[in-house]
């Protein structure tokens, strides 16, 4: 069988969990030789060259590049999984849902306290991606196959995880991989 | 409008105890018509609080604002029940006449129109409080004319044009509420002579009135079902006291308001039971905790415990029992159904927010103050008065072995008969049906939103702790109605209702409620109904309190008796189906930048 192929992005997420991807030390060596990479920050791949196997997606959709980008991974890939807090529940950046999208604008474009007190714009260049009227978790817009929960999932848990795919095993998300404190 | 005067002549009325915190923040809330930062401040440093200590109260309860409520607050009942009386024309038309909408306040500040929770009057909805005045049976003309009252300036208790039947006349009371009573009992709706069992009591030891209670086997009317005689027994065996017996006259669970009767026809009942509790565990004190909603009783109720301390039934020496002293005092709620669960209604005792605690210890170590406290229904009190009186013996010749005696059912919904039954545990829902004239129904909810939703099938089934356990209220679902919109009106009582310490309550009950859109509105899948049962069972072993613990009831309990229905709205050859639109998502962005989403996606 040809190696498994993996793709991964991030939407409205921190990097905190790609770090984490990371975080599994020298043995991204072993990864490097188990799954073939596709369009990923990890290999700067921007755009999907062939169906892949496992996508892994961090953060929550929060505008409608997202939404693309995420609708786009669906159409790519097998098996999709959110990674982290923000892709599972739209995490810190949905603390703004609830707020209308005008008052947040006006907040952070206006009369925040970083704005520049000769005045401010609301971004409007037609080719920006459009602010969505409150934060989604992936799962709301697209099926999700599977969900690594944490913030980030530690590396161990993203470990785990794909290897247990790559070998066809079933995902067990034992009590020290989810437990946080 | 200067409030400063009222404001410092008011608190001069109360201590600085913070236990007396609600009752201030209700006499302030009545006397400006809001809570507004500068009382908050006030009461703080008067009661050596922190600000937001106030504040955290102020803000829990539903008749406390930050803002004007309005001269005339009407708090209109949105309640399932009150949904099928009619509540819709009679909330379009309290808008039409006052110019402004629920969750508002006129412009003149005038009229203030707000949603409640069920305010205790299943049996005579539409139902409204204003300014704690209830106003019963409301039709959009009867609105017009009470409006007009309202502008015309009329003093809101002169707006009740007919008082209800019974003590609802008495000069103390004088409300519109009938007592709607349809069927009295052996137990509880029958004839009481005041001091009739307290008489006899105290010719016993405290440790023969338990061992009476719990041979009757009574258990708690509340809901939970806990043996009575047990509770007091523990209660009794706790060292430091003093110790407190407290009613429980929340009664807040949507559809019940058997209470509201007993309170009404048979206070002296009610408090003979609690002065019995007081003898048996050694308690000298007893607080009545009673619903804001029935605040329009508690002048009444404070004469009838006058004239029981005036008979030598209450104070000390109580029916010549030397050494014997017990009283009462009442003390208001402020609105809150989960100030009905025991520990959060001990907590609101207390001056505080109405947030269950953690247990154990239990009331009956760690109660009121800290202090060894029984927590009881109403009717579980009276119960154990007419125990003494006529003994456990004859108690358990009534009802079912498991089940002993009677229980009050409050009857409401699609049935040409609602009001109060007493009748013997082991009833079946047919035959209930029969008596209250809603054999049609096309489901039974027993036991409040917090119950069972019992399918036409099944209505040979029993009332009883065998089967179908219920605090009282029973409501009649006729074959008209969509029984998705009264699941969906009980959802929205416990997320309205929750006090958000726990986020599988909070949270959960919420993310249940829109997967419950999703599936209804036919954009579920089957994977839908698989999560939403195995959310509901989070949800439950995740709470702290039997709020959150009985919350997706609504829920399970029509999956797991009404599946067809469900099933009839999921499409079963999908596994996935998403909702949302992005379109629409864009919007509200889109209106203020003016960018379009063929423009943002470059094309
Ligand atoms: C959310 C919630 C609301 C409750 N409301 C009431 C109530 O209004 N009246 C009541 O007697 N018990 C209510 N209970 C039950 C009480 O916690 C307690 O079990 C009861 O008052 C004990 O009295 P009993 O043993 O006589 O039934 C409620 C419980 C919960 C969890
Ligand atoms: S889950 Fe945490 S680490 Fe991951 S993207 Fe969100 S904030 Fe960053
Ligand atoms: S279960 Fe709900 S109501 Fe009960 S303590 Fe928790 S959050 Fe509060």
């Known amino acids: 069988m040809s190696k498994p192929i993996v793709a991964t992005a991030s939407l409205a997420g921190c990097f905190g969990c790609h770090m984490s991807i990371l975080d599994i030390d020298e043995r991204i060596l072993t990864l490097i030789d188990l799954v073939e990479f596709n369009k990923s920050p990890i290999d700067d791949i921007k755009t999907f060259s062939k169906t892949c196997d496992i996508g892994l997606i961090e953060g929550g959709c929060c505008n409608s590049e997202n939404v693309e980008n995420l609708r786009d991974f669906r159409k790519h890939c097998k098996i999709l999984i959110s990674v982290g807090e923000c892709a599972i529940m739209g995490g810190l950046p949905a603390l703004r849902n609830g707020i209308p999208v005008k008052d947040c604008f006006a907040e952070a474009y206006l009369n925040g306290p970083t704005v520049d007190p000769a005045g401010g714009i609301i971004p409007n260049d037609p080719e920006l991606p459009i602010i969505l009227d409150r934060v989604y978790p992936l799962h709301e817009i697209v099926k999700i196959d599977a969900f690594l929960p944490g913030c980030p999932p530690s590396a161990e848990l993203i470990w785990k995880a794909l290897t247990a795919l790559i070998e066809g095993k079933p995902l067990e998300l034992t009590y020290d991989l989810v437990k946080f404190d | ?603």
């Not at chain 2, 029993?462 to 006729?478: K, Y």
């Not at chain 2, 949270?507 to 409620?513: P, S």
Request: charge should be positive; glycine fraction near 12%; hydrophobic fraction near 40%.
């Open chain 2, 1 to 603: 409008m200067s409030t400063k005067a009222p404001l410092d002549s008011l608190l001069a009325r109360h201590g600085k105890d913070p236990s007396g915190l609600i009752e201030i923040l209700r006499d302030v809330q009545a006397a400006l018509g809001s809570i507004p930062p500068e009382a908050v401040a006030k009461i703080a440093a008067r009661l050596g609080l922190s600000r937001v200590d106030v504040e955290g109260v102020a803000t829990f309860y539903h008749f406390f604002t930050a803002r004007p409520a309005g001269t005339y607050a009407v708090y209109l009942n949105k309640n399932v029940v009150a949904e099928m009386k009619g509540r819709a024309e009679v909330a379009r038309a309290f808008e039409k006449a006052a110019g402004c909408r629920f969750g508002e306040t006129t412009a003149d500040g005038l009229i203030g129109l707000h949603e409640t929770s069920c305010i205790g009057m299943n049996d005579q909805e539409p139902s409204a409080l204003i300014n704690g005045v209830v106003f019963t049976r409301l039709t959009p003309a009867r609105v017009r004319e009470l409006v007009a009252g309202m502008k015309a300036g009329k003093e809101t208790g002169k707006l009740v044009k007919k008082t209800g039947d019974g003590a609802n006349q008495s000069r103390l009371v004088r409300a519109m509420v009938d007592n709607n009573i349809r069927k009295p009992g052996p137990v509880i709706l029958a004839p009481f002579k005041s001091g009739a069992a307290v008489r006899k009591a105290v010719t016993w030891t405290p440790e023969d009135v338990v061992a009476e209670i719990k041979r009757s086997n009574l258990l708690g009317r509340g809901g939970a079902g806990f043996p009575t005689g047990l509770k007091w027994e523990f209660c009794g065996r706790e060292a430091c006291p003093p110790r407190y017996v407290v009613a429980n006259a929340d009664e807040g669970e949507p559809g019940t308001f058997k209470d509201r009767v007993i309170l009404t026809e048979l206070p002296h009942l009610l408090f003979e039971g609690m002065t019995i509790a007081g003898y048996a565990i050694g308690a000298r004190e007893g607080i009545l905790y009673l619903r804001a909603e029935y605040a329009y009783l508690k002048p009444r109720l404070e004469k009838v415990l006058a004239d029981l301390r005036a008979q030598k039934l209450l104070g000390k020496a109580i029916a010549g029992k030397k050494g014997f002293a017990f009283d009462i005092t009442i003390k208001l709620g402020a609105g809150a159904y989960v100030c009905g669960e025991e520990s959060a209604l001990l907590e609101s005792a207390e001056g505080k927010r109405g947030a269950p605690r953690p247990r154990p210890p239990f009331p009956v170590q760690n109660g009121y103050l800290g202090l060894p406290t029984t927590v009881n229904n109403v009717e579980t009190l009276c119960a154990a008065a007419r125990i003494l009186e006529r003994g456990a013996g004859w108690f358990k010749t009534l009802g079912t072995p498991k089940s002993a005696g009677t229980k009050l059912l409050s009857v409401s919904g699609d049935c040409r008969k609602p009001g109060v039954y007493e009748v013997e545990f082991g009833l079946t829902i047919n035959r209930l049906l029969e008596m209250a004239g809603g054999r049609d129904a096309q489901a039974v909810q027993v036991g409040g939103p917090s119950g069972t939703c019992v399918a036409r099938g099944q209505f040979e089934r029993r009332i009883g702790f065998e089967d179908l356990p219920t605090g009282g209220s029973i409501i009649v679902i006729g074959p008209q109605r969509d029984l998705f919109d009264v699941v969906r009106n009980f959802m929205d009582f416990f997320i309205e209702e929750s006090c958000g310490w726990c986020t599988a309550c909070r949270v959960g009950n919420t993310l249940l409620r829109q997967k419950f859109e999703k599936i209804t509105s036919g954009k579920g899948t089957r994977q839908d109904l698989k999560e939403i049962e195995a959310w509901g069972k989070t949800i439950k072993a995740m709470s702290r309190c039997g709020l959150g613990q009985t919350s997706p009831n609504p829920i399970l309990t029509t999956l797991l008796n009404f599946r067809e229905k469900y099933e009839a709205r999921v499409d079963a050859t999908r596994d996935y189906v998403s909702t949302f639109d992005l379109e629409a998502a864009v919007r509200d962005a889109a209106a203020v930048t003016g960018q379009t989403l063929a423009e943002a996606r470059h094309e």
